[in-house]
Structures are given as C-alpha cells and as structure tokens.
C-alpha cells in the first residue's frame, strides 16, 4: 500500500473534480480507482470540504504545473521523465499520448511500487514497456542512480526530473545531495521540486492546517524536517551547480490556473512551493 500522505493527496486531487466548479485545473481520478477506498470516505475528518479547499488547489496547482513543464520539455525534444517518489502519480495513464513518447521512471520503494502495479493491472490499465519502475530500497541505502541505470536510463541525454511532497521529509544535507546528484544530469536537464516555506510565512488561513500537518508527519515517525524561505533553496541549487535556478510562488500559480475563476479557490501563498533548476 502507498503510504498515508500519498493516499491523502490522490484523494484530494478527486475532491478536486467532485467539490470544485469547472474548469477544473487537473482532471484525476486515477488515484481514486487505485486506491479503492471505503465508501465513507469523504466524511474523514482530512477529506472535510472547506478544510481541504486550500490545500487541494495547492495540490492540483502543483501538478499541472509540473505536467505543463514536462509537456514543454517533450515539445522541445526530451525524452526521459524521472519522477521521484512517485507514489500514486498518473500522468502515464491520463496523459498516453504525451508520456508514450517518452520513457518514464517512476522511483519509489519497492512495497508501495509492488502494490501499484499490481492494482493497474487489476484494473486494466496496464504496465506499458514506456513505464519503467524502479524500485530503491532508500533505508538499506539503494541508489536511485544505480537503479535509473539499470532501468535503461541514458545518462547522455537530458531529461526531466521532478520531486513533489518529498523535501520536507529530508534534511538539508540529502535536499543539498538529491540537487548535487540531479545537476549532473546531462546538460539541458529540468529539476522541478516542491519545497514548503517556514510556517511563520504561511497565509493565516492554512498555518493550522499545515501545523496539524507537522504534528500528524511527526506521530507517524515521518517528521517534516525542512523548511526553506526562497531565496534559500534557490541559492542551495545554484550551489549544487544547476546553471539556472528560479521560485516559482502560490501568486504564479494562481495568476496562471485560477484567474478567472468566480469561487474564490486559489493555492495559499507560504505553504508548498516550487524550485525549477536547469542544468
């Protein structure tokens, strides 16, 4: 099974379809059919509407966000698309005609990747050859490299890679080792990564949410450990040596996916942000 924080977000991304007036900002309900949950799960007290409604148009903000850049990217010639810690993403079954162009790489641990795959194929949706899985044991010390590699990864050519909802669990140190690691891609690769800001520089309105949040991450034994004002997390990439390193804030993503938009649903500004770096 995913874990908890994947299901939660792939359950948010339906509330998306199902609470929000049209038009919607990402259309999935893939994680939903994966997941199969309980018929009562809308009434969990981390699916209530008016709870959820910030933090689910962070998370389909995030996602179309990065499924524009790999769309751009592709248009442009790149053919390899790393997702890490992938989870219950499903860009390769909403998105066939973009992503069988290309090679995907899902990285994930073994035994949430085992139970993915088997449930796509329960329910028809398959394991095409373009979708590569591989599975990095990360608490035995696993090289998510090393796997690429032996996924038929070209380390010649540039790709894509993408980490959302992941930094927050890593301490600088492995935040600084996974931009070291992704800058040495070939030359004209994209690192895009979601980051959350100090939670004093967080919209009053979500502070409490993302406070629970922290608390929940830290009773589970998965704490949230990094936290990075902007200028921060760009300098750290440019360190790392990607040539080009940018912030990509809520008000970004609400100008380009929520403009014309009468509900008033819009991402909050100083939760989860994003880092696109370029080699």
Request: contains cysteine.
């Amino acid at each position: 099974m995913p874990d908890s924080t994947a299901a939660r977000v792939a359950l948010w991304r339906a509330l998306h379809l199902e609470l929000d007036a049209p038009a919607h900002v990402l259309e999935d309900e893939i994680g939903l059919r994966l997941l199969a949950p309980d018929k009562d799960w809308r009434s969990r007290a981390d699916m209530d509407p008016q709870f959820t409604r910030p933090f689910r148009a962070s998370i389909v903000a995030r996602a179309r966000f990065i499924e524009d850049l790999v769309v751009e990217q592709a248009g442009r010639g790149l053919e390899q698309y790393v997702i890490l810690g992938a989870g219950l993403d499903s860009f390769a079954q909403r998105r066939p005609e973009l992503a069988s162009g290309l090679k995907v790489f899902e990285i994930d641990p073994p035994g949430p990747q085992a139970w993915k795959r088997q449930r796509l194929v329960e329910l028809g949706l398959g394991v095409p050859e373009w979708l590569r899985f591989v599975p990095v044991d990360f608490e035995a010390g696993g090289s998510w490299r090393h796997g690429l590699a032996a996924a038929g990864f070209d380390a010649g050519k540039p790709a894509i890679v993408v980490s959302t909802g992941v930094s927050m669990y890593l301490g600088k140190e492995a935040n600084a080792a996974t931009l070291r690691e992704v800058s040495s891609f070939a030359p004209g690769s994209t690192f895009a990564m979601t980051f959350l800001l100090p939670l004093d520089m967080a919209d009053p309105e979500v502070r409490p949410g993302l406070e629970m949040a922290a608390k929940g991450a830290r009773a589970s034994g998965t704490p949230f450990i990094s936290f990075f004002p902007p200028p921060d997390i760009v300098a750290l990439a440019r360190e790392a040596g990607f040539k080009e390193a940018r912030h990509v804030c809520a008000d970004d993503l609400a100008r380009r996916y929520f403009a014309n938009r009468t509900d008033g649903l819009r991402p909050p500004a100083g939760g989860e942000e994003l880092l696109v770096a370029s080699t």
